[in-house]
């Protein structure tokens, strides 16, 4: 296994192997050289499948609902598979734990292909690599890829740059609503969830993300349904399933998916661009060491940070 | 005042003139020209003020808190800035509603100075302008300059990256220590505050947060204190400076201060530059237009990101 090529593992990925499929995951979360080949070889099967976003804060039952909408698209004979980005913890050890837990529940059936990823460094945002696991799955030839955060701020926000639904779940909480339009989620949801619908003031919550949304700029036309699930009972499950499709049928139906992708496309080449730039940039200093010590010295005499940066830049230049 | 140049302003900023402050910030927010220039001529003055970030979920009192701690400041003698980080939202009117409604609070009483910030796109993030504009705070001769967020995500995080003393606010609520666990808040607070301590549960929470902090790794040999406050009456508030002021002086007498302040120049450099690394690139590029059509040439043939990016790299160097 140590020496496995590029090759191999893409003609694996064909036959459908799911060791394969998990290791060329690996690659690309590790930024192995390899796994930017493997994706270069695979994107021209990369298209085919949907990818759905949840997010939404912490304890609104997001894993039961992807559980639950999970065997929703088994039922029906489609094949799933669930990135769960997860902040890394020194306490929790975080991913690891996680994909356990829930293979559990799932392992048994055919399928679906679950994988955690810790978000980088553990402090917010969406891993970067999550977009290429996404494609990596799609290539795979699975028929949905559910996109799942632990709902941390910006990892939220960077969902709906990678899904083509973005689903937020809520639940009937005094000040929920308030809080996700204040975190920016009521900006960003094309479906709006209130899990937990068995609680107290269920109605009420979707009452008030109503009112909001009918404050919200019109856009693409879309107007986000908002529906009434109990993961744990599996009530409502068909119905977010159902909102899902016709979010699809709209996006196919006036060229917006195409259109989204392409833009979704342009922000990750960009990323990938000022990734290798800054990079480059450091190694032409001499490493972080070399960025230090020109920080040190032109930071003796108090001087703005906007006069150091011109400081390295002119260096740069001169230097070649 | 239109033609008000950057030499009037920092003469005018010298004098202790308010509505220069308030000019010069709005510079450094817009990213005006003049706003760079100023800093480089005030940045030798940058360093006496100390710096105090407030972060924590939304609903846990921070505003109050700050109110508290700002009119405690007040009574010592001192001056106080305030950078309230505050996610913008179409819905709202954010930033400047706040404004007024805190201004009323304090408006009236000399030496406070007040100022909330969008953060950028009104999508996560401590706005890039917040650590400069605590330096124009810190020329202009403010004692304290507490930078709050709102408490979504990414902020919360970036504040560690701006300010001196990192303090997390949490509420005595079921779950609210593991969700500021999860968000990576427990690893970057040096002080923990458990607010509204009248409230039932509140010695429980302190536990937790113990508990959950005798795991963090010692690091720099500061063990983080939790205080229990009650901001509403003000109970608590005398204990939170004091702690504030034992995290100043250790950081002081072990020369943790300048280094950390060093790290934070160097990190803020840096994102000066990469920004306008990015930024020569698009022009480069022909503009947004032109990073457009050249992801858009390239990807029909459904090549990768990676290959789209490399592609546009080699261009720009074979371009000159």
Do not use: C
Not at 27 to 47: C, F, K, N, S, T
Not at 214 to 220: A, F, K, V, Y
Request: charged content about 25%; glycine content about 14%; overall charge negative.
């Amino acid at each position: 296994m140590r020496n496995v090529g590029v090759d191999d593992l893409v003609a694996r990925m064909e036959d459908g192997d799911g060791v394969a499929l998990a290791r060329a995951i690996s690659w690309i979360e590790d930024e192995d050289e390899r796994g930017h080949a493997l994706l270069d070889a695979v994107y021209p099967r990369v298209g085919s499948a949907y990818r759905i976003g949840i997010s939404g804060p912490p304890g609104a039952g997001k894993s039961t609902l992807v559980d639950g909408l999970t065997e929703h698209y088994l039922d029906a004979g489609k094949t799933v598979g669930i990135i769960a980005v997860d902040p890394t913890s020194p306490f929790t050890g975080g991913a690891l734990l996680g994909d356990r837990v829930r293979m559990q529940r799932h392992g048994v059936r055919e399928g679906v292909f679950i994988r955690s990823m810790a978000t980088r460094g553990g402090l917010g945002g969406l891993s970067r690599a999550a977009p290429s696991v996404a494609a990596a799955m799609d290539a795979f030839g699975l028929d949905f890829v559910i996109l799942e955060t632990v709902g941390v701020g910006q990892s939220e926000l960077d969902i709906a740059e990678a899904a083509d639904t973005t689903v937020i779940v809520l639940v009937p909480e005094s000040g929920d609503s308030i809080q996700a339009m204040k975190a920016g989620l009521m900006e960003i949801g094309e479906i709006f969830v209130v899990n937990k619908a068995d609680r107290e003031g269920a109605e009420m919550t979707v009452g008030e993300i109503e009112s909001m949304l009918s404050l919200r700029d019109e856009g693409d036309g879309w107007s986000p349904p908002v529906v009434l699930t109990t993961a744990t009972t599996g009530d409502g499950v068909g119905e977010l399933a159902s909102a899902i499709d016709s979010h699809r049928e709209f996006l196919v139906s006036n060229g917006h998916l195409e259109e989204r992708r392409r833009e979704h496309l342009k922000s990750l080449v960009r990323t990938i661009i000022v990734d290798a730039l800054e990079k480059k940039l450091i190694e032409r200093l001499g490493g972080e060491a070399g960025l230090d010590s020109m920080v040190g010295d032109v930071g003796e005499g108090q001087r703005s940070p906007y006069q150091i940066a011109r400081q390295v830049l002119d260096s740069i230049s001169e230097g070649g």
